[in-house]
C-alpha cells in the first residue's frame, strides 16, 4: 500500500514538472511573437547551465590546466559534467576550452542522458540508477526522491544543483568517426570549443553509439528492421 502511495506521489509530481517545463516554453514562443508583430529581436535569457565534455588527453599540458579539469571531475577522455555557469566557472571553462566540447543543452538531452547513462555515486561506488529507491537513498535530505526530481534540479539549476550533478558520474561513448579535430576549434571546423545547442547533436551521437541522424533518417522511411530477438540490426 505504501509502495503504490509512493508511486502515485511521483507520478504526480513528473505531471507537475512536464506541465512546467510545457509553460515555460510556451511562454518563450510567446514573447518570440510579440516581439516579433512589434518589429522587435527576442532575445531568449543568458543559458545557466553548460554541459562540458572532455575529448583530449593531458600529456605535456600544465598544471593549471590539470588542476582545472580534475575540479570539474574530468579526469578521463569522454567524461562528462553539467556545470552552472557564473563568473568563476566561466573562467574556469575557458582555460581549458582547447581539452573539452561544450555547449547548452535542451530538455530532451537532458532526458535522454540521465535516464540511458544515469548512475549515481553510492558509498563511493557508480551504481546504474534502475530504482528511484536508490535516489532517495542519497539525495531524499533534498527533496530529491525519483528521476524526474533530479533531472528537474539539473535543468533548472536548483538549489541542489551541486549536490544532484555530484551524484552523476558520465562517460559518453566515443562518437561515430571518431574526434579527428580535437586542437581545432568548432568555429573553425573542429571539435573542440563552445558549439552553444549543436552540442545536444554530439551527445545524441556519444549517447546512442551510432549515427543519430541516420538512424532517426531509416527510422522515418522505415528502413530498418529491427530484430530486438537476435539484438541485430537488418537494413534493405
Request: with cysteine.
Amino acid at each position: 500500500m505504501l509502495q503504490k502511495a509512493r508511486r502515485k506521489f511521483i507520478y504526480e509530481k513528473s505531471k507537475h514538472y512536464h506541465e512546467e517545463y510545457r509553460q515555460m516554453y510556451r511562454a518563450d514562443i510567446q514573447m518570440a511573437r510579440v516581439a516579433r508583430k512589434a518589429g522587435n529581436f527576442y532575445v531568449p535569457a543568458e543559458p545557466k547551465l553548460a554541459f562540458v565534455i572532455r575529448i583530449r588527453g593531458i600529456n605535456g599540458v600544465s598544471p593549471k590546466i590539470q588542476n582545472v579539469l580534475q575540479c570539474l571531475r574530468l579526469r578521463q577522455i569522454f567524461n562528462d559534467t553539467f556545470v552552472k555557469l557564473n563568473k568563476a566557472s566561466v573562467n574556469m571553462l575557458r582555460t581549458v576550452e582547447p581539452y573539452i566540447a561544450l555547449g547548452y543543452m535542451n530538455l530532451k538531452s537532458v532526458n535522454e542522458l540521465i535516464y540511458k547513462r544515469g548512475y549515481g555515486r553510492i558509498n563511493k561506488k557508480r551504481i546504474a540508477l534502475t530504482d528511484n529507491s536508490l535516489i532517495a537513498q542519497s539525495l531524499g535530505k533534498f527533496g530529491i526522491i525519483c528521476m524526474e526530481d533530479l533531472i528537474h534540479e539539473i535543468c533548472t539549476v536548483g538549489k541542489c544543483f551541486k549536490e544532484a550533478n555530484n551524484f552523476l558520474p558520465f562517460k559518453l561513448s566515443s562518437p561515430p568517426g571518431r574526434m579527428k579535430k580535437k586542437t581545432i576549434h568548432f568555429v573553425e571546423g573542429g571539435d573542440a570549443g563552445n558549439r552553444e545547442d549543436q552540442i545536444n547533436r554530439l551527445i545524441r551521437k556519444m549517447n546512442y553509439g551510432i549515427h543519430h541522424d541516420y538512424f532517426c533518417n531509416l527510422i522515418s522511411k522505415q528502413w530498418l528492421f529491427l530484430d530486438w530477438k537476435k539484438k541485430t540490426l537488418l537494413c534493405w
